[in-house]
């Protein structure tokens, strides 16, 4: 599908502290407020004079929150206390191909009051013992403290009035170290322990709501089950196929949020029967677990005695959907996506199968992560499964301070988050850290804020969404073919799925 993603923004920045979605911690609601007014409205996060790069990363007030609720307390004075420490692993996480000592030696210079007039700067060696000492999971903290809210109101996050994120999962190579190699399994065949990550993306901004974590030996399917309590009603949620179970399904979207999923095709696939074929081509079908699944779900729970699963009342959207390349060439796949949007005038068929191609999101969320920020082919630091851990947390938080980048910018241009380059958003970001970026007119140094960073990222070219491609998504598809100009046909289709007595 398509690249251009829905827009949206997501309301607090690591640097504020977050903002509860209800009733909750006040923080800094600049960007909201400059959504709420319109596009191309000025932007202000708090006191911009003293928001630097570094507290856009993660604030000091976010950290010693973090590390006091899991427990962590300097027993001495160092240079590395437990807040520049983790302000370290953030910059680990942003200056992938530095080394230790390079890395430290920016996070202390940006850091103010990190060094005291006279102390040498610590080593590389001593980053690593202070990343041991401390207490908890920290990072993990500091991620939900600053993962911010949903904001509905921004221009294209929306779809029939509903806030759009999307579930899916990948796997994370770490350090094959023999400590990682005991909590971490390696898959068949596989070289390198692997951590398996799950999360719930924003599809607006690209921004990670929520994610869980765990080794590959665990299932996305078990992940997501943690993840149930981050939906929230006033959502539509998108999934692929293989989160789906009726189980899962029922306790879902008992939490208010709307679904809509893609399911396997084939007419045993799904536990439904057809009761109704409605005028735009989809149908309203009773899910109902057969004796084998429910068998199957009491040996799984280890509990005989569970009841039934209550029958339910749900909506398919059987649809095709026809690749056309440059040169005439044609591809058609066939899709299921189950949906708690019964009515079908409000929610028309077509309308849902073009929703759900922004499910396509959470893969670009992977690769943003992935080669973008951590760089291609390159495994975690971390030589324990603590120190993976750290590491992981870190680039989601440093992840997520680069798409409110990419998001402030954005609305304070009235433009679509997805035209800010997120490749020019993490280069300049590096490159402030680093050297500062100079005025374009002047060449003056900027004063130690985002402001300046914010500009920089505004005058930079901008991405071209309305473009439409496909590229091969398997190595050997990547070397035969090439990334290619396409047009996108949907077409509701009806279901073979059995029909109710």
């Not at 202000?44 to 993660?58: C, F, K, P």
């Not at 005439?328 to 796949?333: C, F, R």
Request: hydrophobic residues 40%.
């Amino acid at each position: 599908m398509s690249d251009s993603a829905m827009s949206g923004a997501v309301l607090a920045t690591a640097g504020s502290g977050g903002v509860e979605s209800a009733g909750g911690a006040e923080g800094q609601l600049g960007l909201r407020d400059a959504v709420l007014a319109g596009p191309g409205a000025g932007i202000t996060i708090g006191d911009r004079s003293q928001n630097t790069v570094l507290e856009l990363l993660a604030g000091t007030c976010v950290i010693t929150a973090a590390l006091a609720r899991e427990g962590h307390v300097d027993v001495r004075r160092r240079v590395l206390t437990g807040v520049v420490t983790v302000v370290a692993v953030l910059g680990l996480c942003l200056f992938r191909r530095e080394g230790y000592d390079s890395v430290l030696a920016r996070v202390t210079a940006a850091l103010p009051g990190a060094l005291a007039p006279g102390d040498p700067s610590p080593t590389g060696q001593a980053l690593s013992q202070a990343r041991t000492r401390l207490v908890g999971d920290p990072l993990r903290a500091v991620f939900e403290a600053s993962r911010g809210v949903q904001c509905p109101s921004t221009p294209g996050c929306t779809a029939f009035g509903l806030y759009l994120t999307a579930f899916d999962g990948t796997v994370i190579d770490l350090a094959a170290t023999n400590t990682i190699k005991a909590v971490f399994a390696t898959p068949s065949g596989g070289r390198y322990p692997q951590a398996r990550l799950v999360t719930l993306v924003a599809c607006g901004t690209r921004r990670v709501l929520a994610a869980a974590l765990d080794s590959c030996a665990v299932s996305e399917q078990a992940l997501v089950d943690q993840l149930a309590g981050a939906l929230r009603p006033g959502t539509l949620n998108l999934a692929d196929r293989n989160f789906f179970s009726m189980a899962r399904w029922i306790a879902f979207s008992a939490t208010g949020a709307n679904l809509a999923w893609r399911v396997k095709n084939g007419a045993k696939s799904l536990p439904a029967t057809i009761i109704e074929v409605l005028p735009d081509g989809s149908s309203l079908v009773r899910l109902r677990e057969s004796d084998g699944m429910w068998s199957a779900r009491r040996r799984a729970g280890g509990y005989l005695a569970q009841a039934r699963l209550p029958d339910t009342l749900a909506r398919l959207v059987e649809f095709t959907v026809t690749v056309t390349d440059g040169r005439g060439k044609t591809t058609t796949s066939r899709f299921r996506v189950l949906t708690t949007l019964l009515d079908h005038r409000t929610y028309p068929a077509a309308q849902i199968a073009a929703v759900y191609a922004e499910r396509w999101q959470v893969e670009l969320v992977y690769y943003r992560l992935k080669v973008t920020l951590r760089g291609p082919g390159i495994r975690l630091r971390g030589q324990t499964p603590e120190l993976a851990r750290q590491e992981i947390w870190g680039l989601l938080i440093v992840y997520n301070a680069l798409c409110d980048l990419a998001t402030e910018t954005a609305v304070s241009l009235g433009i679509d988050p997805d035209e800010i380059s997120f490749v020019a958003v993490l280069r300049l970001t590096r490159a402030y850290l680093t050297n500062g970026i100079p005025c374009g007119h002047c060449g003056n140094q900027p004063n130690d804020s985002t402001d300046a960073l914010v500009t920089a990222i505004a005058d930079h070219p901008r991405n071209r969404i309305g473009r439409q491609r496909a590229s091969p998504r398997t190595k050997t598809q990547r070397q035969t073919e090439r990334t290619r100009n396409v047009t996108y046909t949907i077409n509701v289709a009806p279901s073979n799925l059995p029909k109710a007595a």
